[in-house]
């Protein structure tokens, strides 16, 4: 079993910032692509940020030059700056996990962290 814990959300004011975590733990032989996502109040859930393996980035372009993926062994994180009320949601961690030799991939998600901007 792969589990994923977020941690890090919480209420701020526009312009503040707030970094997220998400930890891995569990039976892992390799991480593959990791995500974050977010699903605002009444909106469908979306794609915020990838890291891949190597470490390449990818953003929506709404957070483009505020938020910052970044990973390292079995975590990874989102820096998010000059926040904005409409970056109000629930913020999950999405992983795509290799549990083990076989090299069988399954995708995980966490159980979410709530980030409310309002001033």
């Known amino acids: 079993q792969v589990q994923l814990m977020e941690s890090g959300g919480g209420s701020v004011q526009p312009g503040g910032s707030l970094r997220l975590s998400c930890a891995a733990s569990?039976?892992?032989?390799?991480?593959?692509?990791m995500n974050w996502y977010r699903q605002g109040p009444g909106k469908q859930r979306e794609l915020v940020a990838v890291i891949d393996s190597d470490g390449g980035t990818d953003y929506a372009d709404s957070v483009k030059g505020r938020f910052t993926i970044s990973r390292d062994n079995r975590a990874v994180y989102l820096q998010m700056r000059s926040l904005k009320p409409e970056d109000t949601a629930v913020y999950y961690c999405h992983a795509y996990v290799v549990p083990y030799t076989d090299n069988r991939e399954y995708d995980y998600w966490g159980q979410g962290t709530r980030v409310t901007v309002s001033s």
């Open positions: 569990g039976t892992i032989f390799r991480i593959n692509t």
